[in-house]
């Protein structure tokens, strides 16, 4: 089975950072994609940064601006997240997401294999 273990979350002031980390297991890598969305109370779930293997092309959502950066440890098969300069804006579960490639990696409608979220708060 393939799993997808999500950890890191917590509470942050403003400006503050935080790394989630993806535990990735039971999942052959080669033609894939993988991402890291997040979902507000409200709001619909959005990619934050993904890439496909497809095509090889990072994207970051308008509001990443430099602040967040994607990893990954291959020999572990952990995908991290780095968030820094973080605003009140960015609270909201962040999810993993994990699933055989395709063009365009945003669409979260695409994804075969979720983490199970973590909770990020900003607030001073």
């Known amino acids: 089975d393939v799993q997808l273990q999500a950890s890191g979350g917590g509470l942050v002031q403003p400006g503050g950072s935080l790394r989630l980390s993806c535990a990735i297991s039971g999942f052959t890598f080669g033609s894939h994609m993988i991402a890291w969305f997040r979902q507000a109370p409200g709001k619909e779930r959005e990619a934050v940064l993904c890439?496909?293997?497809?095509?090889?092309?990072?994207y970051y959502a308008p509001f990443v601006k430099g602040r967040f950066t994607m990893s990954d440890d291959n020999a572990k098969n952990i995908l991290y997240l780095q968030m820094n300069s973080l605003k009140p804006e960015d609270t909201a579960v962040y999810y993993c997401?994990?699933?055989?490639?395709?063009?365009?990696?945003?669409?979260?409608?695409?994804?075969?294999?979720w983490g199970q979220g973590t909770q990020v708060t900003v607030s001073s």
């Open positions: 890439i496909s293997s497809n095509d090889g092309q990072l």
């Open positions: 997401a994990l699933a055989s490639a395709k063009y365009g990696c945003q669409n979260p409608h695409d994804y075969d294999y």
